[in-house]
């Protein structure tokens, strides 16, 4: 009903347009014609309309307003082939990668290891800033960074992706193009007086980067990796985990995104979720795939797919990274078009996924490379970034 209400007040305020220009053509001919009286009547005309005018005017941007934030919680259409179910409980593995190894000896709860090795200070950083913050120090701090690092120069020497360290903080205008508003609702964190938001992920900034840009077909694919900060209020049913660093407010992560082609997104799509799978391989680390049900995808996404790791600990897997294939729904909301060769415009895809996000990352990594004595091996693939070291002691 808003919208049949909104284009009858568009065609209203467009007739009174054409109606003004009319008269104001009237008045110059009758003033040329030195007839001033019968100008200034209808000039009388000329306020009526510029009245009314505003008063649709100003209709029109609220009856806007309102029909953009209906459209705007629209979801996007899922892809045939994702699985119908009601939540994450029912999403489906497709594949694993390694063998899931128990060790015969007692694995301690990951904050346990780490305070063991005097690499987490969980209590000094509740007192600072309360729960869902932590103080990473010595070889575990050191370990933080070397896995980014690894998947830093992993991303760009072996897969040939570009580089970038965006913004942190990004205005709503981008907010509102590249997440739903129940995601924006439950992540991110507002700066009060101002029109900016911490993001959550670095796929806001790369995403948003795109906006309101018309693209060359030449130029495309657009392969970033990223890294950033990200900050998360994680509100909702899991909340924030008082003594790991599982679900936190603030973290670090490396991550990947392509503006592409429209039938290349699919392509795209595997050779991400893929490079997720191989680089926590060369670590040693177990993992497998899961594919999302409807229940289990944001808005905005045609078909994401989950890469989990195993957890010796909890004998399972556990979430430490997510692929997402979202069509053109980021696009058409930030107007991110691309200049075909035949002069026609069309709205490019995008996709994310995140190469690797420690601290959570962390938790597999300790687990599955911890020795018997309380030590950790340091993967080959890690030590130049360790300085050489093969264990941490």
Known sequence: MEDKELRQTQQHADDLRANRKKISKEIGKLMGQGKKEE???IKQQMAEIAH??????????KLRESVTEKMMQIPNIIDDSVPIGKDDSENVELEKFGE????NFEIPYHTEIMERLSGIDLDAARRVAGNGFYYLMGDIA????????YARDF??????FTYVIPPYMIRSSVVDGVMSFAEMEGMMYKIEGEDLYLIGTSEHSMIGKFKDTILEEKDLPYTYTSYSPCFRKEKGAHGIEERGVYRIHQFEKQEMIVVCEPEDSYKWYDKMWSYTVELFRSMDIPVRTLECCSGDLADLKVRSLDVEAWSPRQKKYFEVGSCSNL???QARRLKIRVAGEDGKK???HTLNNTVVAPPRMLIAFLENNLNED???RIPEALRPYMGGMEVIK
């Open 39 to 41: 100008a200034e009547e």
């Open 52 to 61: 009314e005018l505003a008063a649709l005017e100003e209709k029109e941007i």
């Open 100 to 103: 899931p190894v128990v060790p």
């Open 142 to 149: 050191r370990l933080h960074s070397a896995i980014l690092n």
């Open 155 to 160: 991303m760009i020497d072996k897969k040939g």
């Open 327 to 329: 069509g053109d729904a």
């Open 346 to 348: 069309y709205f490019a």
């Open 374 to 376: 309380g030590t950790i």
